[in-house]
């Protein structure tokens, strides 16, 4: 299926598909972190924080504008291509403990560092827009050959990508290390983020008291 951006360019889709209702297996619930795509390992993470009374955190739908669909048989259809109505925000958003949270989720198959390259200028627009209303930004990245995660606060993120003109195209590894934090896989959740979640919010300037 090819689906086009607004401007007409094409999307070409990541590791995870853009409209799927995954079932993972039992195998893939226990080990998670060998080879399910970082948004699955989220969305299961985010299944039990609501079921457990935690927090409410959803993928954002994508809003698309179908234009051809071929119909092989009465009984099915087949979407061949499409459009984004809009240009994306982020991945994330949601309430907890009467914090307002707003993410990305970012897998990277580089082993030293983490191109800025995979965000567009519009969801760093977003990021600073929720950020200046006392949001609480950040974006988890995993480390693909390694299975690393890290959750970054939005503040670094901004930093780097405000020194692309004059500066590094990517945020090195220790770097997210140093100024992250390393989330360990569990079983339920699975990504036990909102732990960090705490440590940030810990050292927000617009945490209350």
């Known amino acids: 299926m090819t689906i086009r951006y ?33 948004e699955d390992e989220i969305n299961l993470s985010n299944l039990f924080y609501l079921q457990n009374d935690l927090a409410v955190i959803h993928k954002k ?12 048989k009465r009984s099915a259809a087949v979407i061949k291509e ?14 907890y403990h009467g914090y307002y949270l707003d ?24 990021l600073r827009a929720c950020t200046k209303q ?31 003109s004059t500066g590094r195209k990517s945020i090195p590894k220790n770097v997210i290390a140093e100024n992250g934090f390393t989330i360990k896989y569990g079983f339920q959740p699975l990504i036990p983020y909102l732990e960090k979640v705490d440590l940030l919010i810990k050292q927000s300037p617009e945490k209350r008291s």
């Not at 459009?83 to 949601?94: E, V, W």
């Not at 191109?115 to 627009?125: A, T, V």
Request: proline letters at 7%.
């Open 134 to 164: 006392g949001g609480i930004c950040f974006t988890i990245i995993k480390f693909v050959s390694t299975q690393e995660l890290f959750l970054l606060p939005a503040k670094i993120l901004y930093n780097y990508w405000d020194q692309q």
């Open 6 to 38: 607004p401007n007409g360019q094409i999307y070409h889709q990541g590791s995870s598909n853009l409209c799927k209702n995954h079932k993972p297996k039992n195998d893939q619930v226990v080990f998670g972190n060998r080879g399910m795509p970082l």
């Open 61 to 72: 739908p994508i809003p698309i504008q179908i234009v051809q669909v071929d119909y092989p």
């Open 103 to 126: 993410f990305e989720a970012k897998e990277t198959q580089s082993q030293t560092s983490f191109p800025l390259n995979n965000f567009h200028d519009h969801q760093i627009k977003h």
């Open 82 to 95: 499409a459009y984004f109505k809009q240009a994306s925000t982020t991945d994330y958003n949601g309430v």
